[in-house]
């Protein structure tokens, strides 16, 4: 993986979203970077993807899009590609964004599956710095208590040791794309981080968000299954 950075704010907080469950961290991320005022400084190109780009509006959709808020000092790392099988190395590159830009924090977005009926979604925190601990409890998000945390985000936690990480939890009922779950962890994060910011834009344009990456993640999927393929020829 090769990280492109044009711009490097110092001290900053990264908040990053990869495709998981309920593609929670994903429409969380696109909700910020297109509410809050923020540039592209940077991106990550991953040789190993399909040679394959989206087009929305008439602009190219990176597939991991780094992008800088000012106000608030915060990096957002915007993925639209699933790193199944390189979530090591995705962790690794993070660290490696961490460290060139001095972070303050790194917070992970993530939904989780809930066999529970409970009325909207619940956010819950997991965070390995007690000071952080001290403010999600003073908002009143309750901590995880039992779990299981794969992917990028479960990568992140074991390997990067020496910065504070927090991870916000949202309870998605379905793996189909859930803008409610996102719209409470945008809540949760806003509380948190005390952005002002008005979530309920995301609820009123669920049906556009999700339809946008359904139809952008399901090309990148075939892209991938056509890759592969062509791989399995080679050696067939």
Same mark, same amino acid.
């Given at each position: 993986?090769?990280?492109?950075?044009?711009?490097?704010?110092?001290?900053?907080?990264?908040?990053?979203?990869?495709?998981?469950?309920?593609?929670?961290?994903?429409?969380?991320?696109?909700?910020?970077?297109?509410?809050?005022?923020?540039?592209?400084?940077?991106?990550?190109?991953?040789?190993?993807?399909?040679?394959?780009?989206?087009?929305?509006?008439?602009?190219?959709?990176?597939?991991?899009?780094?992008?800088?808020?000012?106000?608030?000092?915060?990096?957002?790392?915007?993925?639209?590609? %699933?790193? &199944? $099988?390189?979530?090591?190395?995705? @962790?690794?590159?993070? =660290? !490696? +964004?961490?460290?060139? /830009?001095?972070?303050?924090?790194?917070?992970?977005?993530?939904?989780?599956?809930?066999?529970?009926?409970?009325?909207?979604?619940?956010?819950?925190?997991?965070?390995?710095?007690?000071?952080?601990?001290?403010?999600?409890?003073?908002?009143?998000?309750?901590?995880?208590?039992?779990?299981?945390?794969?992917?990028?985000?479960?990568?992140?936690?074991?390997?990067?040791?020496?910065?504070?990480?927090?991870?916000?939890? %949202?309870? &998605? $009922?379905?793996?189909?794309?859930? @803008?409610?779950?996102? =719209? !409470? +962890?945008?809540?949760? /994060?806003?509380?948190?981080?005390?952005?002002?910011?008005?979530?309920?834009?995301?609820?009123?344009?669920?049906?556009?968000?999700?339809?946008?990456?359904?139809?952008?993640?399901?090309?990148?999927?075939?892209?991938?299954?056509?890759?592969?393929?062509?791989?399995?020829?080679?050696?067939?």
């Amino acid at each position: 993986m090769e990280i492109k950075l044009w711009k490097k704010p110092k001290n900053c907080t990264i908040v990053e979203g990869f495709p998981g469950f309920g593609l929670v961290g994903t429409i969380a991320s696109e909700f910020l970077i297109e509410h809050l005022k923020t540039e592209q400084i940077g991106k990550i190109i991953f040789n190993d993807m399909p040679a394959m780009v989206a087009i929305h509006e008439n602009k190219i959709v990176e597939p991991l899009g780094i992008f800088y808020n000012s106000k608030y000092n915060v990096v957002i790392l915007h993925a639209i590609t %699933a790193a &199944t $099988h390189y979530e090591w190395e995705m @962790s690794n590159t993070i =660290a !490696k +964004i961490a460290s060139d /830009l001095n972070v303050k924090e790194i917070i992970s977005l993530e939904g989780v599956g809930s066999g529970e009926d409970s009325e909207g979604s619940r956010v819950f925190y997991y965070t390995n710095n007690e000071k952080n601990a001290k403010i999600f409890d003073k908002i009143g998000i309750p901590k995880l208590n039992e779990g299981i945390i794969m992917g990028v985000t479960g990568a992140v936690l074991l390997r990067i040791d020496k910065i504070p990480i927090s991870c916000l939890f %949202a309870e &998605t $009922h379905s793996n189909l794309p859930d @803008s409610k779950a996102a =719209a !409470k +962890i945008v809540e949760a /994060l806003d509380k948190y981080l005390g952005m002002d910011l008005d979530y309920k834009p995301l609820l009123e344009q669920a049906q556009k968000f999700e339809e946008k990456l359904k139809t952008i993640l399901k090309k990148s999927q075939e892209a991938q299954e056509i890759s592969d393929k062509k791989k399995l020829s080679y050696f067939g």
